[in-house]
């Protein structure tokens, strides 16, 4: 059985990160798992973050997902099947 795990990289963290949510809110049946990732401290929350997903749909439903996150400015997304 394979899996396919999806990262997507957010440069404007705080802007988009309500249509981010949007979108996989509406592809959320596909997503197994979600760790999201960004540099913070006590005087710093970085704009660029970091998504993982693992996610558990077909083909067509994974490509329908990274098309819509493609629609995002200055997002980069990338999967990996293991």
Known sequence: MNTTIMAIALE?????????????????????????LHETSKDLCAERGLILLQLCG??????????????????KVNTMLI
Not at 21 to 33: A, D, N, P, R, V
Not at 58 to 75: Q, R
């Open 12 to 36: 404007k963290r705080n802007r988009f990160a309500p249509n981010l949510q949007e979108i996989l809110t509406k592809h959320g049946c596909i997503i197994s798992m979600r760790l999201g």
């Open 58 to 75: 077909e083909e067509t439903e994974i490509a329908a997902l990274k098309e819509d996150l493609s629609k995002i400015e200055d997002i």
